[in-house]
């Protein structure tokens, strides 16, 4: 998938929520800049996903594997919502430590 694939996710989810519907390119700009500081924080967290860190065009391969997407997407979507003046919810906030425990599990069985 490539970065911009991503960004179309998390849009996609910020619709299920009711918040926006398409990214204008101003917006496709600040979630691959967002995109980028998510991934690359949880490189600092120990959570290796394969993330091509100097690529900044939505078209570059994005290097993540399929089993990371729903941790991808919904958290940039709890990381876009201040964009929109949105909160996020205990519900969606809940969704997105979800996903993100599932890959950290995912990654740590792989490291045994």
């Known amino acids: 998938m490539t970065k911009g694939d991503y960004v179309e996710g998390a849009y996609e989810q910020m ?3 009711g918040v926006t519907t398409n990214a204008t390119p101003r917006e496709t700009e600040i979630a691959l800049k967002r995109l980028n ?3 690359l924080h949880w490189e600092n967290q120990n959570i290796f996903l394969g993330w091509n860190v100097g690529a900044e065009d939505p078209n570059d391969e994005s290097g993540l594997p399929d089993w990371a997407q729903e941790a991808v997407f ?3 979507a709890i990381k876009l ?3 929109y ?3 996020a ?3 969606q906030k809940q969704d997105a430590a979800n996903a993100y425990e599932a890959i950290t599990l995912s990654v740590l069985n792989n490291m045994e």
Do not use: A, F
């Open 15 to 17: 619709t299920i929520w």
């Open 74 to 76: 919904t958290n940039l």
């Open 37 to 39: 500081g998510l991934l």
């Open 81 to 83: 919502l201040p964009v």
């Open 89 to 91: 919810s205990l519900e």
């Open 85 to 87: 003046g949105r909160p």
